[in-house]
C-alpha cells in the first residue's frame, strides 16, 4: 500500500515545488515587464526626440502645438516639493526615532508606533486633500503672495507623509546597536543624550541613512499629493510659492487628458517613466546596500 | 562643574524635543481627521452612498467608486494571496541559499521600493494594451496585484521564519513530506502573520489611486460592473458570473480625486464625505491588523 503511494506523492511533491517556484519566479518577470515596457515605449519616443534634447532643454510642452521636450522642469519640481518634504521628515522623524529608541519607556512605544503606522497607512490621495484645502489656506495667511497651487504645501504634506517610515527604520537601527556599546559609554559617565548621539547614533549611522535615503525615493514616486496640490505648470524654478509639476503628476495629467494611444505625446509618460524608474533604482539599490552593510557589521 | 550642567540641560532639552516632536506628529493626525469629518459630515447620508456621480454636487454619490472599490480587491486578492503566500513558502522553505535566490529576494526587495505610478504603466502596457483586457476590473486588479506582491510575500516569509526548527523536524520525524509539513504544521502555525500582512496589503490596495488613473480606470461612470450574482425567475436560484470583471470601473480614491480637482466648492465637500467612508475602511483594516499581531504574539510560546 504504501509502496504504492510513494511514486505519486513524490510526482506531487515535486510538482507543488516547481509550482511554488515559478510563483517566486513572477516577481522576476514582473521586473522584466517593467524593464522592457519602459525601454519599449522610451525607444519608439526617442526615435523622434534626441536624448541629448530630452535631457538639456528646459522647457516641457508635449502637449502644445510649439513642443518642447526637456525634461529638466518636470526634474526640477521633483526635486523641489522632495527637498521641502525631506526638510520637515529629517528633523521631526530622527529625533522621533532617538527619542523612541533611547528615552521613551516601552509603554509609550507601545502607543505611539501603531500610530505611527496609522500615519503611514493613510491613503496619499487624502493627504492630497490635506494640502489644497488645509495647509494651503493655512499658509496663504502666512503668505499672502502663496498661488492656491504650489510647491510648499504639496511638500510639507509629503514630509508628514514619510516621517513614520524614516523614524521606524532609524529606530529599528538604532536598537540594533548591541547593549554593551551603551553601557561602556554610560560607565565612563556620560549621559543619555551623549550615549544616544556620540555612541548609538554613529553607530547606526549607515542604517539611518539607508532610511533617510529610502524616503527621499518615496518622495520622489509621490504622486497623488502633487498632483492634487502642485499644480501643472512644469517650470524651472526653486520658488516653492508657485505652481509647478512633477514627473508623477505630469503622467496622472496625460493619463486623464485624452491623448491618443501611440502617439509620441502619449509616449512621454514612458519616458517620464523610465526616468522615474531610474532614479527610484538607483536610490533603492544603495539604501538596500547600506542596509546590509549596517547589518553586517553586527553580527 | 558647569559643562556637567549644561550637558545635563541639554540632556532636558532634548527630552522635551522628542515630545513634543512626536505630539506634533499625532497632533497633524487629529487636525487631519477632524478636519476632512467637520467638512465632509453633512454629505454623510444613506443616499450618499446609492447614488451614481452626477454633475449636481449634492446629488452625487459614490455608489459606482465603492461597487467598483470592492471589485477591484476582491480581484486583486484573488491573485496576490495564492502568489504571494506561495512564493513566500517557496524562498524560505523549499529554496536552496544559492545565488538564483539571492537574485531573487533582492529583486523583490526591489521591486517593493518601486513608485505605485510605475506599476500603472507596467499595467497599461502589459495588461491593458498587449492582453487587450482594456479599462477592466481585471487589468486593474492584476496591476495591483503585481503591487502588493512584494508585501505580501516579505511577511509570508517573516511569519515563516518566526517558526522554530524544531516543529519541522518533529514533523520529518513521523515522516511527513515537506508539503505536508507546509500544509499541516507551519501555515497553521503562521496564519496569524500572514493575515497581517494580507490586511495590510490590502488596505494599500485600496488606497491607491495612481496606477489605476494610469491605466485609464474611469473617473466619471454611471454604471456598475455586472453583478456577479444573477437571480434567476424561479427565485431562490441564482447563477454566478464573472463577466464584470471585464467592464469598466472607477474606485473610491479616484472618485475623490475628480471631486477635489474640481473647481466647484460643493464637490470638495463630497470629497471630504468619500474621503471618511475611505479612512473608515483603511483605519479598519489597519487596527484589525495591529490587534491580529498583538493577539497572535501574546499566544503562541514554543
Redo the contacts between chains.
Keep these: 500500500m504504501l509502496l504504492k503511494r510513494k511514486p505519486i506523492?513524490k510526482l506531487?511533491?515535486l510538482f507543488?515545488?516547481r509550482?511554488?517556484?515559478l510563483?517566486?519566479?513572477?516577481?522576476?518577470f514582473?521586473?522584466l515587464?517593467?524593464i522592457i515596457?519602459?525601454l519599449?515605449?522610451s525607444f519608439e519616443f526617442f526615435k523622434e526626440v534626441s536624448i541629448l534634447k530630452f535631457l538639456t532643454d528646459t522647457q516641457w510642452t508635449p502637449l502644445f502645438i510649439n513642443k518642447h521636450f526637456g525634461i529638466l522642469p518636470l526634474l526640477c519640481g521633483t526635486f523641489l516639493t522632495t527637498l521641502i518634504a525631506i526638510c520637515v521628515a529629517l528633523?521631526?522623524g530622527l529625533?522621533?526615532a532617538?527619542?523612541?529608541s533611547e528615552?521613551?519607556s516601552l509603554k509609550l512605544r507601545a502607543i505611539?508606533k501603531?500610530?505611527?503606522?496609522?500615519?503611514a497607512?493613510?491613503?496619499?490621495?487624502?493627504y492630497?486633500?490635506?494640502a489644497?484645502?488645509?495647509v494651503t489656506p493655512l499658509l496663504k495667511k502666512i503668505i499672502p503672495s502663496l498661488s492656491g497651487f504650489n510647491a510648499l504645501s504639496s511638500g510639507i504634506v509629503m514630509g508628514?507623509m514619510i516621517?513614520?517610515l524614516i523614524s521606524s527604520l532609524s529606530e529599528d537601527a538604532m536598537r540594533s546597536v548591541p547593549m554593551s556599546l551603551r553601557e561602556g559609554a554610560y560607565a565612563v559617565g556620560s549621559?543619555?543624550?551623549?550615549v544616544?548621539f556620540r555612541v548609538v547614533f554613529p553607530g547606526a549611522l549607515s542604517g539611518i541613512i539607508s532610511s533617510i535615503v529610502?524616503a527621499i525615493?518615496?518622495a520622489?514616486?509621490?504622486?497623488?499629493i502633487v498632483?492634487?496640490a502642485a499644480g501643472q505648470q512644469p517650470k524651472l524654478t526653486l520658488n516653492p510659492f508657485v505652481p509647478i509639476e512633477t514627473i508623477?503628476a505630469y503622467?496622472?495629467q496625460v493619463?486623464?487628458g485624452d491623448t491618443p494611444?501611440g502617439t509620441l505625446e502619449y509616449r512621454t509618460?514612458?519616458a517620464c517613466?523610465m526616468t522615474?524608474?531610474v532614479i527610484?533604482?538607483i536610490l533603492?539599490?544603495f539604501?538596500?546596500k547600506l542596509k546590509r552593510h549596517f547589518l553586517e557589521a553586527y553580527e | 562643574m558647569s559643562r556637567k550642567i549644561f550637558s545635563r540641560r541639554l540632556d532636558k532639552i532634548f527630552k522635551i524635543l522628542g515630545i513634543s516632536f512626536m505630539v506634533f506628529s499625532l497632533l497633524v493626525l487629529l487636525v487631519l481627521l477632524i478636519d476632512v469629518f467637520l467638512d465632509g459630515k453633512s454629505r454623510l447620508t444613506w443616499g450618499f452612498l446609492t447614488s451614481f456621480p452626477s454633475r449636481k454636487p449634492q446629488q452625487a454619490g459614490i455608489l459606482s467608486a465603492w461597487v467598483g472599490s470592492v471589485w477591484i480587491m476582491i480581484t486583486t486578492a484573488i491573485f496576490a494571496l495564492p502568489l504571494g503566500i506561495g512564493a513566500g513558502i517557496y524562498l524560505e522553505e523549499y529554496a536552496r541559499k544559492n545565488r538564483l535566490t539571492k537574485f531573487i529576494e533582492i529583486n523583490i526587495a526591489n521591486l517593493a521600493g518601486v513608485p505605485s505610478i510605475i506599476y500603472g504603466l507596467l499595467g497599461l502596457g502589459l495588461f491593458v494594451r498587449y492582453l487587450n483586457l482594456d479599462r477592466s476590473v481585471l487589468a486593474g486588479g492584476l496591476t495591483l496585484a503585481l503591487l502588493v506582491l512584494p508585501i505580501i510575500i516579505l511577511s509570508t516569509q517573516q511569519a515563516l521564519r518566526a517558526i522554530p526548527f524544531s516543529i519541522r523536524e518533529a514533523s520529518y520525524a513521523v515522516g511527513a513530506t515537506k508539503w505536508q509539513t507546509v500544509r499541516h504544521q507551519l501555515l497553521p502555525a503562521a496564519l496569524g502573520n500572514i493575515m497581517t500582512g494580507v490586511i495590510l496589503a490590502m488596505s494599500r490596495a485600496i488606497g491607491e489611486t495612481a496606477p489605476l488613473i494610469t491605466i485609464g480606470a474611469l473617473t466619471y461612470i454611471a454604471f456598475l460592473p455586472q453583478s456577479p450574482i444573477i437571480f434567476l425567475k424561479n427565485f431562490p436560484f441564482v447563477r454566478f458570473s464573472l463577466k464584470g470583471m471585464f467592464d469598466p470601473f472607477t474606485v473610491l480614491p479616484i472618485q475623490i480625486f475628480n471631486w477635489v480637482s474640481r473647481p466647484q466648492k460643493g464637490f470638495f465637500t463630497n470629497a471630504a464625505a468619500g474621503i471618511i467612508v475611505l479612512l473608515c475602511l483603511t483605519l479598519i483594516m489597519n487596527i484589525s491588523a495591529i490587534l491580529l499581531r498583538h493577539h497572535y504574539q501574546g499566544k503562541i510560546r514554543w
Excluded: C, D
Design positions: 506523492l506531487k511533491e507543488i515545488e509550482l511554488l517556484f510563483f517566486s519566479f513572477l516577481s522576476v514582473t521586473t515587464g517593467i515596457i519602459l519599449f515605449e528633523p521631526v529625533v522621533s532617538v527619542y523612541l528615552y521613551a505611539v501603531p500610530i505611527m503606522e496609522i500615519l497607512a493613510i491613503p496619499t490621495v487624502v492630497g486633500y490635506f489644497l484645502l488645509f508628514i516621517i513614520p549621559n543619555r543624550l551623549q544616544s529610502l525615493s518615496r520622489i514616486g509621490e504622486t497623488m498632483a492634487i508623477t503622467i496622472v493619463s486623464l494611444y509618460i514612458f517613466g522615474l524608474f527610484t533604482f533603492n539599490t539604501s538596500f
